[in-house]
């Protein structure tokens, strides 16, 4: 009893006496004969294991309570202990173990006499652990399987859960009035015996009124997940992006992608994908490739499609920030078939967006126009919240030889998770306001600002320079002045690039980006190349070869020495231009 209770509190979000309860269990069994319930214990343990992060301990807790379950002769406690170790194999990647360890569990849980308690907990592990994997097939078979059960036995509480998963694979399919009501009944049923998954619902709830373009429906839900202790992802991150604040979203995602929680760890394949459009749009390049470069080998791991088809989406979104139409064109074609495959439209259409940007890159308009009617159709069928509003008809981008500059704070996520919100961003918008003074000063044009980042394009190569120089000046001396600056760094290339919707696309733009990567704190570096074009002397200190990601042959570039007096030839700004 006292561990029911434990698991009672613990699943209300009563803690603390939940681990009082856990306690004095512990106590009445440190002397009593080995049975069950010492089973159960290392099963409860188990699970506060893997919540902190500690797979390890928490396989072992689980080998323990199988071995005494297989002893006392309890098979549904070792169904879930089994069930436990199978929740750590897709926590921890191992995902060949999950399968069989699932289907020993459900086999374990239908033998007779065992307890209803035990079975219909197993029954709905086995649906969220399939949900984990995306294997949308199997756990929609154990959600109907898992519901017939509840019903006939009467169980509260895993009949809300029951009707939530089925919520989930509706909201994927598009069923989406259907998923908002099922998943409102689950949440009603668990508040009063489950808070902790009641919370899990409410977060679905965000996620289905997003897709409905009721973003004023997902924050009230957002509000019930987040008071019960749920981060609210990846719905939070997709109401972010779809509100316009990408910066918020990218950051939330990053905070909910660092918790090594096993919850947490098994949604890292919902969350990646939202995490890379943010990231995108925030120009965080870096960030979104390792991204894609994680859904990938998950795809890979898990074998299943819904994981391959956001893969291809992310990777086909990625290469089209970068310019690189054709392999973007090639991944976003995969993406569409592979979502329609698994007829989940909102994503389907989502992806068709995107192709039909590709295609307008490519010059391919009809294309694009046959895409875009293709997501607008899906639009239509499911009602499902897509925005179509790309100009197809868009004329062909001119090449243009510009100066491109990227520049971003160092360790910006440290400092302002150590600042905290409210000093952070009157920092930030000073930060934002000294750049900006300086790109007019120097006849810059701003591209995009994402996050503490700038993409900046000049069309005299001395002006890039000059630019970049003296925004590390101003920093210096506010720095020396007031006693702090923000660092950052700053990096600089020149090339042939496509102009286009306020935008330039094209390999000297990457070269720029992955060139600032390199940068350390108060640098600026710039190609070996863009200083040579420049027609006053540029004083360097230092050269350096670069190896940058995705660019075959090294690539020179030179440590530009900025702390020179004010007017100091080729640092200030001719005449005209003051």
Request: overall charge negative; glycine content about 8%.
């Amino acid at each position: 009893m006292a561990l029911e209770q434990a698991r009672h509190h613990t699943m209300m979000l009563d803690s603390t006496v939940g681990l009082t309860c856990y306690l004095r269990a512990t106590e009445y069994l440190a002397d009593a004969p080995e049975c069950a319930e010492h089973a159960q214990a290392q099963w409860s343990l188990s699970f506060a294991l893997m919540e902190g992060g500690d797979a390890d301990g928490a396989r072992a807790a689980l080998l323990d309570a199988r071995a005494i379950a297989r002893r006392v002769g309890s098979p549904g406690t070792e169904a879930m202990a089994v069930q436990g170790l199978a929740h750590v194999a897709t926590a921890t990647g191992d995902v060949d173990e999950v399968l069989p360890l699932l289907d020993e569990a459900a086999a374990l849980a239908m033998r007779p006499g065992v307890a209803p308690v035990h079975a219909g907990y197993v029954y709905c592990a086995v649906i969220s652990i399939c949900r984990a994997l995306c294997d949308w097939g199997r756990a929609t078979e154990w959600t109907k399987v898992s519901t017939r059960y509840c019903e006939r036995e009467s169980i509260a509480g895993y009949g809300g859960l029951c009707r939530f998963h089925q919520g989930e694979i509706d909201r994927l399919h598009g069923q989406l009035a259907e998923a908002e009501h099922r998943v409102l009944q689950a949440c009603e049923e668990l508040l009063g015996v489950n808070r902790y998954s009641a919370g899990w619902g409410y977060s679905e709830l965000v996620e289905i009124r997003v897709r409905r373009g009721d973003l004023v429906g997902a924050e009230e839900a957002l509000a019930e997940a987040i008071a019960l202790g749920d981060d609210g992802q990846p719905g939070r991150g997709r109401l972010l992006l779809a509100q316009g604040d990408a910066r918020a979203a990218a950051r939330s995602l990053s905070r909910s992608l660092a918790d090594p929680g096993f919850l947490a760890r098994e949604r890292r394949v919902f969350l990646l994908p939202v995490y890379v459009a943010a990231c995108v749009a925030v120009g965080d390049e870096q960030a979104a490739a390792e991204s894609v470069a994680e859904l990938e080998e998950l795809a890979r791991r898990f074998g299943t499609t819904g994981p391959a088809a956001a893969a291809a989406v992310a990777r086909g979104h990625l290469a089209l920030h970068r310019g690189e139409t054709q392999e973007a064109i090639a991944a976003l074609e995969k993406g569409v078939h592979l979502w329609s495959e698994v007829e989940a439209p909102y994503e389907a259409a989502q992806a068709r967006v995107l192709l039909a940007q590709a295609l307008t890159a490519d010059g391919d308009h009809a294309g694009a126009r046959l895409e875009l009617q293709a997501a607008a159709r899906l639009a239509d069928e499911f009602g499902v919240a897509v925005d179509l509003d790309i100009a197809p008809v868009r004329s062909e981008g001119a090449r243009t030889v510009r100066t491109f500059l990227f520049s971003d704070i160092v360790d910006s996520t440290r400092l302002s998770e150590a600042m905290g919100d409210a000093a952070w961003e009157p920092l930030l918008q000073w930060h934002d306001r000294t750049l900006r003074a300086e790109f007019e000063r120097w006849h810059g044009e701003e591209i995009k600002h994402g996050g503490d980042g700038f993409f900046v394009a000049f069309a005299d190569a001395d002006d890039g320079i000059a630019c970049a120089a003296a925004i590390q000046r101003a920093l210096a001396r506010h720095r020396a002045e007031h006693g702090f600056a923000p660092s950052i760094r700053i990096g600089l290339h020149a090339g042939e690039a496509t102009a286009r919707e306020d935008d330039y696309f094209g390999s000297a733009v990457t070269r720029a980006a992955r060139i600032s990567a390199k940068a350390g704190a108060g640098e600026v570096l710039a190609s070996a190349d863009l200083v040579a074009a420049c027609r006053r002397e540029v004083p360097v200190s230092e050269e350096r070869t670069l190896q940058l990601k995705g660019i075959a042959d090294p690539v020179t570039a030179v440590l530009v020495t900025w702390d020179r007096p004010v007017g100091a030839e080729g640092l200030e700004p001719p005449t005209s231009a003051l």
